[in-house]
């Protein structure tokens, strides 16, 4: 099993950065595709973005797609989420799951781990 924590959360004006961490721990961590929701208020939880367990391959959502990256590093068993030119839009708890299986996937239903969240809040 993995067990995920995430951080890096906070409060960010209009059209700053911030870059999210997940620390992952478990005995076959570097098997997993990791994957980044968000919910907000009010709002079903919504992919933002996921990565392969090597991190070669990456799928965005659209609305994030150009502004937010996602990378890995197996070594430290750390998934980040790279959060430029942010919107009120944004605005959200950001979640990271992991999933088992062998193909990547932007459906919540399809994880397998989940962190408890992190805050973002952008300010106009």
């Known amino acids: 099993q993995v067990q995920l924590v995430e951080s890096g959360g906070g409060l960010v004006q209009a059209g700053g950065s911030l870059r999210l961490s997940c620390a992952a721990s478990?005995?076959?961590?570097?098997?997993?595709?990791m994957g980044w929701f968000r919910q907000a208020p009010g709002k079903e939880r919504e992919f933002v973005a996921t990565?392969?367990?090597?991190?070669?391959?990456?799928v965005y959502a659209d609305s994030v797609k150009g502004r937010f990256t996602i990378s890995r590093d197996n070594a430290k068993n750390t998934v980040y989420l790279q959060m430029n030119s942010l919107t009120p839009e944004d605005t959200a708890v950001y979640y990271c799951a992991a999933d088992s299986g062998w193909t990547m996937t932007t459906q919540r239903g399809d994880y397998d781990y989940w962190g408890q969240g992190t805050q973002v809040t952008v300010s106009s």
């Open positions: 478990g005995r076959t961590f570097s098997s997993y595709a």
């Open positions: 990565i392969s367990w090597g991190g070669r391959s990456t």
